[in-house]
């Protein structure tokens, strides 16, 4: 049951070694990369490095799981976007007068845009994912409890009452296997889950209320500043962040990584862009390379 909880678990690697600061950054490199970038070369390198990333951040089991819960939406944006899109020129299929939404022409274009935009949304998945295994919520959440420790605490409460949940369900459905009739069918059977775990979730609230009360975090005051020196991980992480968000931007307004799926598809394949997508693996896996001082 615990292997398929997505959560954070503190393990030896570069990547948990970093601040979380500095990894959230490094995270949201990756994200501004998935967004700027269109050339299905690069994002698809971009794929592979962000599971090689995880894999050397030794969640590369998870982030595989993730892909293959994720594929469900592949299928659905290509499929809407070959429905909508009317700007392609090379038509493959007619479907004639479709009423308001015109003539049901099917081009190869949108096809192709609607596969760029799948696997844009997939390295969305994978990050996010990556980011909830590999970057810690209570140290990220302390950076805010500075300027509003109720809320961070409210924050890192929730957090942490997600894997609790999922436990829960998991208990509750086992327990519903081993009644003599078998578990309820159907939506009736999960909602009879779902009314369970709400419940148990309002009556731990109020327990976890209760105790925060009686130790007196309701005066709390704004937590001192405790400094961490700045590690050769924190540094190589950063470093990284910068080049990926630099090579994004070299690859969105210059004609390296030009992309044009309408009219027709039109993709830059040259040396230049071989080169921006080798820069970009080389720049998200480098920080890995040094596993020195990643104990647990």
Do not use: C
Not at 186 to 201: K, W
Request: proline share 5%.
């Amino acid at each position: 049951m615990r292997s398929m909880l997505l959560y954070y678990r503190r393990l030896a690697s570069p990547l948990h070694a970093t601040r979380a600061g500095v990894a959230a950054l490094w995270v949201a490199s990756l994200s501004t990369a998935t967004l700027l970038l269109y050339h299905p070369l690069v994002l698809l390198v971009l794929l592979i490095a962000v599971l090689a990333a995880g894999a050397g951040a030794g969640v590369g089991r998870s982030l595989l799981r993730s892909m293959r819960t994720g594929s469900i939406v592949w299928l659905p944006i290509v499929l809407v976007n070959v429905l909508v899109s009317r700007d392609g020129l090379t038509v493959f299929a007619r479907l004639g007068d479709l009423g308001p939404f015109g003539q049901g022409n099917l081009t190869l274009e949108a096809v192709v845009f609607g596969s760029v935009v799948a696997l844009k949304v997939m390295l969305l998945i994978l990050v996010t994912t990556l980011a909830s295994l590999a970057v810690d919520p209570d140290e990220t959440l302390r950076i805010l409890r500075r300027l509003s420790f109720r809320s961070a605490l409210t924050a890192s409460l929730a957090t942490r009452m997600i894997p609790v949940l999922a436990a829960d369900s998991q208990r509750l459905a086992e327990a519903q296997r081993t009644r003599p009739a078998g578990p309820p069918r159907g939506a009736r059977g999960r909602v009879a889950l779902l009314r369970a775990v709400i419940g148990g979730s309002l009556d731990r609230a109020m327990d976890v209320a209760a105790t925060l009360e009686v130790r007196g975090f309701a005066t709390a005051r704004r937590a001192p500043r405790m400094p961490r020196p700045f590690s050769r991980h924190d540094a190589a992480f950063l470093a990284s962040a910068i080049a990926v968000v630099v090579l994004a931007l070299l690859g969105r307004l210059t004609t390296v990584a030009r992309f044009d799926a309408y009219p027709e598809v039109h993709a830059v394949t040259g040396v230049a862009t071989v080169a921006l997508a080798a820069g970009l693996l080389a720049a998200v896996l480098a920080p890995f390379a040094d596993r020195k001082g990643i104990e647990r």
